[in-house]
């Protein structure tokens, strides 16, 4: 498994902006499908963004036209710009690692805390 560290987050305003960052480390080679995931208080953990070594991309909907993933495999770190944010944005979010081969995550961030209040 690879460690996954997460960086960026904090209170906002509602329509402002906030960028996280998600450093992996570990085997380069075995970095595969990085993402972004959420939890607010008393709802389960939903996916928000994923991107894989190759560029490729999903977004959940409610995210699309606001949030950009992006990825700079050279530093094996990810990126989330969340723009245009909204009160229902708030939650812990979850940097994520899945490998080539597996439906899912084996891998987690500790969580970052967003807050997107007045």
């Known amino acids: 498994q690879v460690q996954l560290v997460e960086s960026g987050g904090g209170l906002v305003q509602p329509g402002g902006s906030l960028r996280l960052s998600c450093a992996a480390s570990g085997n380069s080679a075995r970095i595969y499908t990085m993402g972004w995931y959420r939890q607010a208080p008393g709802k389960q953990r939903e996916l928000v963004a994923t991107i894989s070594r190759g560029g490729i991309i999903n977004y959940a909907d409610s995210v699309k036209g606001r949030f950009t993933i992006s990825r700079d495999n050279a530093k094996n770190t990810i990126y989330l710009q969340m723009n245009s944010l909204k009160p229902e944005d708030t939650a812990v979010y979850y940097c994520?690692?899945?490998?080539?081969?597996?439906?899912?995550?084996?891998?987690w961030g500790q969580g970052t805390q967003v807050t997107v209040s007045s």
């Open positions: 994520s690692h899945r490998p080539i081969g597996l439906t899912n995550p084996n891998s």
